[in-house]
C-alpha cells in the first residue's frame, strides 16, 4: 500500500484545478474535489489493507495536499473573486503553524500571479474527524481515523505597495517557507494540538 504515497498519485484534482488558470488571479478555478469523497475513496481502494500504512507524520509541512491526504496546502475560487488558501495537518500540528503554511502559499501565489501585494482575511481554523468503520459485502473494518485541524485564509491580491492594510508579496513566501523548514514545534505543543482534535473527535 506504501505506494499510493508516491509521486506519481500526489497531484489530486484539488490541487491540479489550483494551477489551471485561465488567466489572472480570477482565472483559478473552482475545486470539485470534496475531501470527504477523497476518504470515501481511500477507504474503498484500501478494503482488506492494514491502514496503518496511511498514519501521517506529526506536524504538518510545506507541500500540496493531495486525493489521498489532505495534510498541505490547496487553492480554491471564492464566488466574490478572493481565493481561499487553507492548510491542513495531522493533529499535532498548531493552528499558528498551518496558519504560517497558508501564508506562505498565499504570497507564493501571488508571485506567481505577478502581484505587489495581498490582504489575508483573519484565520479560520477548523478540525475534521475520520472515519472509524469502512464496510464491506460482508464485514465493517476497523481503521485508524484521518483526522485533521485546518485553517483557511481569504485572500485578494494589488498592485499598490503605499496600501497600508496589504502585505508585500516580494520575499514574504521564502521567509515564511524557512521560518516553517527551521521550526522546531515542542512534544508538549503537538501533545496538546493532539488532544484538543481527540476531544472534538470524542476519541
Avoid at 490582504?119 to 478540525?127: I, K, L, V
Wanted: with cysteine; hydrophobic share 35%.
Amino acid at each position: 500500500m506504501r505506494g499510493i504515497w508516491g509521486e506519481g498519485l500526489f497531484m489530486s484534482t484539488r490541487v491540479r484545478n489550483e494551477r489551471r488558470h485561465s488567466g489572472g488571479i480570477g482565472g483559478v478555478r473552482r475545486s470539485g474535489t470534496i475531501l470527504a469523497a477523497a476518504f470515501a475513496t481511500l477507504s474503498l481502494t484500501a478494503c482488506g489493507a492494514d491502514l496503518s500504512d496511511f498514519s501521517t507524520a506529526s506536524i504538518a509541512t510545506y507541500q500540496p495536499a493531495s486525493f489521498f491526504s489532505p495534510n498541505g496546502y490547496a487553492v480554491t475560487a471564492n464566488a466574490d473573486g478572493s481565493l481561499r488558501v487553507t492548510a491542513s495537518g495531522p493533529p499535532g500540528t498548531p493552528a499558528s503553524r498551518l496558519e504560517k503554511i497558508a501564508l506562505a502559499r498565499a504570497a507564493e501565489y501571488g508571485e506567481e500571479q505577478h502581484a505587489k501585494t495581498f490582504r489575508p482575511s483573519a484565520p479560520q481554523t477548523s478540525m475534521t474527524c475520520g472515519r472509524t468503520k469502512i464496510s464491506t459485502k460482508t464485514e465493517q473494518i476497523n481503521v485508524r481515523p484521518l483526522d485533521y485541524r485546518t485553517v483557511a485564509i481569504d485572500v485578494t491580491y494589488g498592485s499598490d505597495p503605499s496600501d497600508p492594510a496589504a502585505r508585500a508579496i516580494h520575499g514574504t513566501a521564502a521567509a515564511l517557507k524557512a521560518e516553517i523548514a527551521s521550526e522546531s514545534v515542542p512534544p508538549d505543543v503537538q501533545a496538546a494540538a493532539t488532544q484538543e482534535v481527540a476531544e472534538h473527535c470524542g476519541r
